[in-house]
């Protein structure tokens, strides 16, 4: 275990070992820590890709709608809707989801990972209702930026512009307003992909889904302290590689961003 | 559309057919596999009589029946007891089963170097002997009324010499069933031993899950994804399940004793008034209503009501809160003394410790409560014995034993006790077996080195179908041998 060593040495052998792929073992059930995690990652990174796909595809459209129909009864009811979303604990929402399509209508699982080896459809099944619980909430957050960014670049002089060129408004929307006002909304999105990896323990243990927010929760209780310790390392650093994933994303989305080096 | 609606009918389960496989729940999850290893409960309700057997067996009513020994003698001295064993017993991996696996067995829980959680089960084997390779005999030190009893419980089952050291994460017995893979923190799966001496199990496979949340528990059930919880851990919602045809609701019983633990290494817990005060302090009755939603028997001693040579001692310490202040008050404890209540996960402890420390505050007790997971209870409490009184189950059968042990969690030292359990050891007479039982309660109940409080319930709810599943738990198992499902 090296502890005759000073502990900036341990601690640097650690680094190192870590930085080679060698997690150590878990005290709990002495296995390797990295198999654990990789079995666990199976459950919570598509978990995690199946909330943020269902997030988007449901803000984006509806806080565009939102922001073109603004002041008429379908904003105010969208309005309404998303803030009791951004009210509602994504747990809570989980709870009558299962009440609902687990429990009343049996057509989803209420807990556990049926696993891949089932076929994708068995998988997906066991997860759509968690991402569902997960992907609400943070819909309802999503949608409400979208509306506003859309909103801000609906009052510029370039989409005045080009209605005023003939483009109609559905038009400039699309192809003016929207693009323009992505850089909120993607800034968003990425912040909610580091919570969605990390933040899903309760999500997981509303539903029993064997994953890195369950492990995380389940290696705190055990004080299984070398499995926390990985764990908060990767996912700090996947953390990192996402906010670094955005910012490339916004010079793809902003032009201008590409070139200021240049300018 | 129509290719819409193929797609929602592919996440639909597949329609009802012949079942022939179980997924059962669970709260707790096993550390490991290895029965012989250590003292989790969760351990045996995953491998007992379904991986692992040993020469004999306890089945669903707490008798003894022969499992890897066909038949037994015991000598006239009640000292020699010869097994004659199954000849066509095999192991998972392929290792045969004989005397020699016996041999290594017992002289390997027995050993002084042994991590067996149930060590002085052994300690009266003087040796395991082979005279030839279907034959085993075991010559006790003493007479030792339970040594078949014992010799059921899952620390004794027979491990193969070849697979000692790796039946913590790959359990390899002689059972109906095989380990197939475990899925940390999530579950484990076992499929039908085809190679089974005995009548093969009729499940072709089986799936434990563990599910820690009382609410995603009952969902579970409801929905269909688990067949059977046989430790229910959401006893509020057992009306539901009743009103609904499609589960059997169960409620049996243990071998569970719920205690108080006292440490009796500690102060003030060293005095017998203290110890006696808290049990007149305690509403036993109430503890049962509140916490048990009234499942439960109340309980005056280490012993189960129904076992042999019970004696009711219920009625030792009725709830007499003025009697504790006096006596807390006779022993110098001043009103507002704070006591630590260490609290294991489950709810006859976390939501017992609530109940108990109102009471207490009755007496002028205040009582911290400090809940904890397994793993750091195991550690700070039943191997530091570092901690002040902590709410437990004791769940193995027939343990009055264990307070005649050199030093246990509760350190409690009698040499009175010890004198009369060596006695009731060596008494071969039923009825003088059955007077020093009584006397061995009484003794206890007089002493309170722990606070008695109830019988813990067996709350199982399974699918109507079901059939073969064990009402009672004599011993901690989910015995699946003879499970199956109705058409």
Known sequence: MGFDQPPFWRYLAWVGRFALGDLGTSYTYSVPVSELIGERAGVSIPLALMAITLSTAIAIPVGVAAAAWRGRPADAGIMGVTQIGVAMPNFWLGILLVLLFSVRLAWFPASGFAGWGGGVLQGLRSLLLPALALALPQAAILSRVTRSAVLETLGEDYVRTARAKGLGPAAALWRHAVPNALIPVVTILGLQFSFLLAGTVIIENVFTLPGLGRLMFQAIAQRDLIVVQDLVVLLAGSVIVVNFAVDLLYAALDPRLRHRGAA | ?487
């Open chain 2, 1 to 487: 559309m129509r290719r819409i609606l193929a797609a929602a009918l592919l996440l639909l389960p597949a329609g009802a057919h012949a079942k022939d496989t179980l997924s059962v729940g669970m709260v707790l999850e096993p550390p490991h596999l290895d029965v012989t290893a250590g003292a989790a409960a969760a351990i045996r309700e995953v491998t007992y009589a379904n991986i692992y057997e040993g020469l004999t067996r306890i089945d669903a009513k707490g008798d003894i029946k022969p499992a890897l020994a066909e038949s037994w003698t015991v000598s006239p001295d009640g000292k020699t007891y010869t097994f004659k064993l199954r000849a066509n017993a095999v192991f998972h991996d392929g290792t045969k089963f004989d005397c020699g696996v016996v041999k290594f067995s017992y002289d390997r829980a027995a050993a002084a170097d042994s991590v067996n959680a149930q060590k002085p089960l052994f300690a009266a084997i003087a040796k395991t002997e082979c005279p030839d390779p279907q034959t085993t005999v075991v010559t006790l030190s003493q007479p030792t009324a339970s040594f078949l009893f014992n010799m059921g419980w899952g620390d004794a089952v027979m491990i193969s010499p070849k697979s000692a050291a790796t039946n913590k994460t790959n359990p390899v017995g002689t059972g109906p069933f095989r380990f197939k893979a475990w899925a940390k923190g999530d579950r484990v799966e076992l499929v039908r031993n085809p190679d089974y001496w005995g009548e093969k199990a009729k499940l072709s496979a089986v799936t434990f899950r563990f599910v820690a949340d009382p609410t995603a528990a009952t969902a579970a059930m409801l929905a269909g994804d688990l067949d059977a919880f046989p430790l229910f851990p959401a006893p509020e919602a057992l009306d539901q399940f009743k009103a609904d045809k499609r589960f059997t609701v169960d409620v049996g019983s243990t071998a569970g004793k719920i205690i108080m633990s006292l440490n009796e290494a500690k102060k003030p817990f060293d005095d017998l008034r203290v110890r006696r005060a808290l049990a007149y302090a305690i509403d036993r009755k109430q503890y049962i209503d509140g916490v048990l939603s009234g499942f439960g028997e109340p309980i005056g001693s280490h012993y189960m009501p129904g076992d042999a040579g019970y004696v009711d001692l219920v009625g030792a310490y009725p709830y007499e809160p003025a009697r504790a202040r006096a006596l807390l008050a006779e022993a110098g404890i001043k009103p507002g003394f704070a006591m630590t209540i260490t609290l294991p996960p489950p709810g006859y402890a976390r939501k017992g410790g609530e109940v108990i420390a109102a009471m207490l505050e009755q007496v002028g007790i205040t009582a911290k409560l400090a809940p904890m997971e397994w793993a750091q209870w195991l550690d700070i409490v039943f191997k530091q014995y570092n901690y002040d009184a902590t709410l437990i189950a004791h769940v193995e059968p027939r343990d009055l034993g264990i307070y005649a042990r050199e030093s246990y969690y509760y350190n409690y030292k009698n040499p009175e006790y010890r004198a009369l359990y060596e006695k009731y050891l060596a008494a071969t007479e039923p009825a003088a077996q059955a007077d020093l039982l009584g006397q061995l309660q009484r003794k206890l109940s007089a002493d309170e080195p722990n606070v008695f409080l109830s019988t813990l319930p067996k709350i199982g709810v399974w699918n109507a179908k079901l059939r073969g599943m064990w009402e009672n738990a004599p011993v901690p198992a989910n015995d699946l041998t003879s499970v199956y499902w109705a058409e």
